[in-house]
C-alpha cells in the first residue's frame, strides 16, 4: 500500500469522526443513536492509529532495506 493511498485513508477516517460527532447528543451520550455514533468514533480513532503504525512500520522496513 502506498503512502498517498494511507493518507487518503486517514483523511477518511478524520473525517468519518466529523460526521459522527454531530451525531452524538451530549446531552445524552448513551441512547440509542449516540452509542453508535461513539462506537463509529472509537473505530475511526483505532483505524487512524493502525495505518500509522502501518506507515511508520513501512518506513523501518525502507530504512532497513537500504542499508
Not at 58 to 65: A, E, F, L, P
Given at each position: 500500500m502506498s503512502k498517498t493511498?494511507?493518507?487518503l485513508f486517514i483523511v477518511?477516517?478524520?473525517g468519518l469522526i466529523a460526521?459522527?460527532?454531530t451525531l452524538v447528543n451530549?446531552?445524552?451520550?448513551f441512547?440509542?443513536?449516540s452509542t453508535?455514533?461513539?462506537?463509529?468514533?472509537m473505530a475511526s480513532l483505532c483505524a487512524?492509529?493502525?495505518l500509522l503504525v502501518f506507515v511508520t512500520s513501512?518506513?523501518?522496513?525502507?530504512?532497513?532495506?537500504k542499508d
Open positions: 493511498l494511507s493518507i477518511i477516517a478524520v460526521y459522527n460527532v451530549f446531552a445524552n451520550p441512547e440509542k443513536n453508535i455514533a461513539l462506537i463509529g468514533i487512524i492509529v493502525l513501512k518506513k523501518i522496513q525502507d530504512k532497513i532495506n
